[in-house]
Each structure stands twice: as structure tokens, then as C-alpha cells.
């Protein structure tokens, strides 16, 4: 059982501003790990530079960084400040995106994703140490480019990974991979690719949870977003990989044709079950720690929005976070909730 457990910030609904608070709960729930994301919503390395200062005790990790979306002198920069602020706490996920996010909303061709993560990765980890780079990638040049405040803890960097290729490389050159939308029984099928991983190579998934009692809605969401992203391309061709050709061959086909509504209906109850974790917290928590069983390092919440805390607001968030809170932290008799204040 691992003994790291994250969770994915920021938190909905909640100003930046008052994040102080919602980091607080989750420390005290026994998160050890914050990890950001960047869509359409806030950028992956301000809601972490807040919990830099405000909860110097947690770990810190962009999940994920699009590779891109920034130059590679920025997105060295934006790590090494980071590290700085957060020394030898902050870990650099970077991923290929989406031909929707890179494309066209940030009007940069998604060209040639494998090779642009590769060089990325070849950049950075010099750079970070603080080296000059100089010289021709594959997919972009690099002239004399130094950090002026290169990080006296160079954060490791982790690769957002799907299939073989992905997490081959992952394995090969990167000090960790970051997975997203597979079931706890998938994992295996992952980790089997990440033949020669060096030692303290991290294994990261983030996992979406639902903690409601209401069935219902949370295959409702669930439809939703399984229709949204296990359409995009890369997706599909990674659960077609895990073998899930026959129970969303109709998805495909509906969203191909323009139905959405049909595709929505099209996701099998099982499906929704195993990507979407819902219940009760308590039994989420159960279900989020068969990914730690299965060889999952720092399992990552994804917390999706409920009726009980849009009707609880604050202090049905802080309840909620304290009873997600890693099974270590509930045997050794943490209090019983963690409330925003």
C-alpha cells in the first residue's frame, strides 16, 4: 500500500484566493500530494506556487503540463520556479494534450505529439540541471539557452502516458508516468510496458471520483465525460489497446455521426463503474486504493461535483475531503473531519 495519496487541484467552485483553506483540509485529511491539471480552467503552476506557500508540507506535481502549449525556455522557467519555490516538493508532468486543447484553443499545430513529448523531455531535464542546451531537436531548435536561476533541487520530470510507445519512452528516459482514464484492472496491462524503469521511478494516476450515493447522477456525469474524452482520438485508440473495442465500438460510431446524445446513451453502466468511482466517500476510498494494490505509486482524486456538496457548500467539501482521506490516515485516528474554515 502506498503510503503518498493525492488529490487534483484547484478545487471546483472555490476562488483561488480562498484555497488556503481547502489545502489545510486536505493536509489534515492526510493528503500528502497536490497534483494540477491544465484544460480550459486555470493554468497548471499558479494553484501550486499558492500551496508552495501555504502548505509547505505537501508535494506538488503539474499532471499535466501540455508540451505544446509553452516554448521550451518558458516551460523551463515556470519548473524551475517552481522548484525554487517548493525545493526538492515539486515534480514536472508534461503530455502530448489534445488536438482540441493545443490546436484549437491555443491555435499551435498538433503535429508529430510523440516525437515533440520526446524532445521536450530531452530539453528539459539538461535545462533544469541548470546546463545549456543548444542544438536542433527533431521538432524544434534550442539556441545557447541557459536557466539564470537553475533550481538547486532539479524537479523530476514524469510523462503523461496511454500506450506502448508512451509509456515506453516514460520508461527509458523520464523519472515517471502519469496515467489517466483506466479502471484499477487496466493497470496492469500499463505497468507491463515499463519494462527497465530506473529505481525511484514513479508510477502517478489520476482517478476520478463521485462520492454520492446517487447512482443516477454520477452515471449521468459519467456518460458525459466519458463521451468528451474517450472520444478524442488518442483516447479511443487507448481504450481500444485495453481491449474495450466492443462495449464503445457504438460510442465511436454514434459520436462519428454527429449524435452525441446517442453516444452518451451508448456507455455501458459498466464502463461508467470502472472509470468513474462513486458511492460513498468511504467506499471510494476503497476502490481508489485497488489502484495502489495494483502497483499505482501516488494515486491522484479527481474530485467531480455531487449534489450533496453543491447543497452543503464549504462545509460538506471539508467533510467530504476528510472521509476521502488515504486509509493510512483513518488507522491512525485522524479526526473524524476536516473542515474548510
Known sequence: MTNRWGFTVPLTGVPLAEHAAGYAALAEAGFTDLWSSEVNGTDAFTPLALAAAWQPGLRLGTAITPVFTRGPGLLAMSAA???????????????????VVVGDWNGVPYTEPFRRTRDLLRFLRPALRGETVDGAFDTFRVRRFTLERPPASPPP??????????????AAEADGVILNWLAADDVAQALAELTGRGPGFEVVARIFVCPTEDAGYARTLGRRLITSYLTVPAYAEFHRWLGREDVLGPV?????????????????DEVVDALILHGSPERCRDQVRRYADAGVDVPVLALLPTPEVAAGGAAALGELIS?????SAVDAGRPAEAGLR
Open 81 to 99: 520556479a517552481l522548484a525554487e519555490a517548493a525545493p526538492g516538493r515539486f515534480a514536472l508532468g508534461i503530455g502530448a494534450s489534445s488536438p
Open 157 to 170: 520530470v514524469l510523462l503523461a502516458a496511454l500506450r506502448p510507445g508512451m509509456l515506453r519512452l516514460a
Open 252 to 268: 465511436w460510431a454514434a459520436w462519428a455521426a454527429g449524435d452525441r446524445r446517442a453516444a452518451a446513451a451508448a456507455v455501458p
Open 323 to 327: 472521509r476521502l482521506g488515504p486509509p
